[in-house]
Structures are given as C-alpha cells and as structure tokens.
C-alpha cells in the first residue's frame, strides 16, 4: 500500500487515522456492544436496541457523545479491572484480529518508513482502542479519555474535551503542542477518514483523504477533489 504525497522539503510529515471503518472494515465500539451482550454481560434485546439507536445517530452525525461514552463503558465499569481486561483480550482475538487487514497495516507502515508521526484519532473510547492502536503498531492514540474515581476506575463520564467531530481538531492541536509544534506552516498534514463526521479535521488537512468513505464522504470528495482510497467494501 503506497501512502499519500510525501511532505515538502523543510515540513514535518504528521499522519492522522480515523480507526472505524478506516483502518477496521467494522465499528470497534459498536461491536464491542455486540460482544458484551454475547458473554452475558448485558441484557441482549435492550442493549441491542440502545447499541443500535447510538450507531444510527453517529452516522447521521447527531450522536450525544457523552451518552454513548457513558454506555459503551458501563458494562465496563460492573467489573474488576482484571476481567475487563481478560474480555477485552478475548474481545481483540475473536473480533478485531481476524479484522486486521494487511493493507491497512502496510498503510500505517509505509506512513512511518518514511517519517511521518503517525497519530490513530477516534471517536471510540481509549479503553476499547489502546490494544487496537497498539495491534497496528501506532503508540500516540487520540481516543475519547475517561474519568476514572479515587480507585482509578472508571466513572462513566469523559475527561477533557472528546475526539468526537470539532473536538478532533482540538485534540490534535493539543498532541502537537505536546511534542514542541504548532498546527502551521511547518507541518503537512494527511488524514485519512470514512466519515462526515470528520469533515472538520479533512478540512484542516493538507491532504485529505476519503478512506472507505460513506456514499455523502465519496460525493464531496469528488467534488474537492480529494484522493479517495478504497481498502475495504464500501459501508452504509
């Protein structure tokens, strides 16, 4: 898989992936519901329906991201650190490996041979994307953070603003300023996203790309112009 256009001479190459339906064929959070209804953790039909209703609203662009991060970590939050993170183990082997595509992980390798600093950014929570992130070898997540309690476990809420939409924009600037650099002239941004739902950070790229992008995604990207790479089956 060849990435997109090199940097110019003098700028620093920064490389940005949506995770969902970008470098997955598949939602992480979304069948991560799936999964705890499977092992029993929750009721089958009302989190079915919930889980659903949550996923229809972000690909309609009006989820409340505070009340899906409250009940994609609920479940969660009923058990021991130590059997979140045995699910969550099981969880990587039964679903998200075999979703591992070599393309998609020769595309994250091709951005780092050639220097970029690469950054996976989601609107998922960092409890189901760390171990996904660390699968494709890309050590700088930018995922919803979560509070956690005196215990260190989690509350429920969302910690800091969540990369979610504009939130994403801010997010990224803040991971930049972190290593010593500004969202200016000295860099040359690529992103790489499905979704409308990250308009607000393709528009900001220097290079922006339409990945497995939805049918609306796909129209405006012929429109402006900008690369569109399929690497998977086209979803809803």
Do not use: C
Not at 168 to 197: C, F, I, M, P
Request: charged share 25%; aromatic share 8%; no cysteine.
């Amino acid at each position: 898989m060849v990435a997109g256009s090199a940097p110019p001479e003098g700028r620093i190459g920064v490389t940005l992936f949506d995770l969902d339906h970008t470098l997955l064929p598949l939602d992480s959070d979304h069948e991560w519901g799936v999964f705890t209804t499977r092992i029993g953790w929750t009721d089958a039909e009302e989190h079915t329906r919930r889980n659903d209703a949550f996923y229809a609203d972000y690909l309609a662009g009006r989820l409340d991201i505070h009340a899906y991060a409250r009940f994609a970590i609920d479940a969660v939050r009923q058990r021991s650190p130590e059997e979140a993170a045995a699910a969550h183990a099981r969880f990587m082997d039964e679903v998200i490996r075999p979703a591992l595509h070599p393309q998609a992980l020769a595309l994250v390798r091709a951005h780092q041979a050639r220097g970029d600093r690469v950054a996976i950014v989601t609107a998922t929570n960092e409890f189901i994307t760390r171990p996904i992130a660390e699968a494709f070898g890309v050590p700088d997540l930018i995922a919803v953070e979560l509070e956690r309690d005196a215990s260190g476990w989690f509350t429920g809420a969302i910690r800091g603003v969540p990369s979610y939409r504009e939130g994403k924009v801010v997010r990224v600037r803040q991971w930049l300023q972190a290593q010593g650099l500004e969202w200016d002239e000295r860099v040359h941004v690529t992103v790489y996203s499905d979704s409308d739902n990250d308009l607000p950070l393709l528009e900001r790229a220097d290079v922006p790309v339409a990945t497995n992008p939805s049918d609306s995604l796909r129209q405006r990207a012929r429109q402006l112009g900008w690369r569109i790479l399929d690497l998977f089956e086209p979803h809803p």
